[in-house]
């Protein structure tokens, strides 16, 4: 019987406890479909000691929410994860490089366009005036490199003062205005291969798009030039991914850039497949020689 483990959140963080339970669910379902054995387990158990996963299959990650919260612990996870061989997908390399966003930065001089980006390893006041007369941008978002869930993100207007501003390195951005209009535009990618695609509009008055925040998620058909920037990201990264969310916007130009490349613990949003997670079960039995 082949045995699966899904790491979860820390169960001292108690911000996801009402929704994980049901993302695990869907999950489980998918994945016992393939004659599996699902255990859940907080990856908070496996930090120092990896020796309680080495009997599973395959480990995914894909509800580790609330990593960005403990960054230093994640990090060591991943190193223990590494030297201690454990079949994780993503990777832990990936799980390790893709917990900051500067690897957007890497992404860009690769060829892939970003919003443009200034960062920072401490905030200040200057430095968002600076951006402000630099730019001439309206709006600017600011948030940290480790984040997730819009985490300590603000959206700043021209002399509006810099308050809970992100600790420790940050990233300055233009405030893409078709995040209100057009919402962004989540690609889900298992083994490689489209599987299907769901817009995210925030709720009037605010520019998260969260469903936490109120999100309204849509199935959509990605049009062609979406579809070829997604394509584009996933060559632009090295290892081999069984599964990827990329998520894009419109610039004020009208192109697509792309906002995230999700590869460590993204929503698959299964419940807008119209497979039902079937591309994800066919991914996982690949990666596990089926």
Known sequence: ?????????????????????????????????????????????????????????????????????????????????????????????????????????????????????????????????????????????????????????LRLTPGQALTDAPKGPAMIQPYLKSIETDGETSLLFFGGRFSHAVNKRPVPGDFRIQVQFGGLYTAVTPDAAAMALAERVLAAIDDPLLYARIDLARDDAGRWVLMEAELIEPDFYLDHDPADGAGFARAVCERLGG
């Open 1 to 153: 019987m082949i045995q699966i483990a899904v790491l979860t959140p820390d169960p001292t963080d108690k911000s996801y406890i009402g929704r994980w339970p049901e993302v695990l669910t869907r999950l489980t379902a998918t994945l016992e479909g393939t004659g599996a054995t699902v255990t859940a387990t907080p990856w908070t158990d496996h930090i120092e000691d990896a020796s309680a996963l080495a009997a599973y299959d395959l480990i995914l990650p894909v509800i580790a929410w609330g990593y960005h919260r403990d960054h230093a612990r994640w990090l060591k996870a991943c190193v223990t994860w590494t030297e201690a061989g454990l079949p994780v997908a993503n990777s832990a390399s990936v799980l390790g490089w893709n917990s900051n966003k500067t690897y957007l930065a890497r992404l860009a001089d690769k060829g892939v366009p970003i919003p443009p980006t200034r960062w920072s390893e401490a905030i200040t006041q200057d430095q968002v005036d600076v951006a402000f007369a630099e730019t001439g941008a309206p709006v600017l978002i600011v948030k940290p490199t480790v984040s997730a869930g819009a985490f300590r993100t």
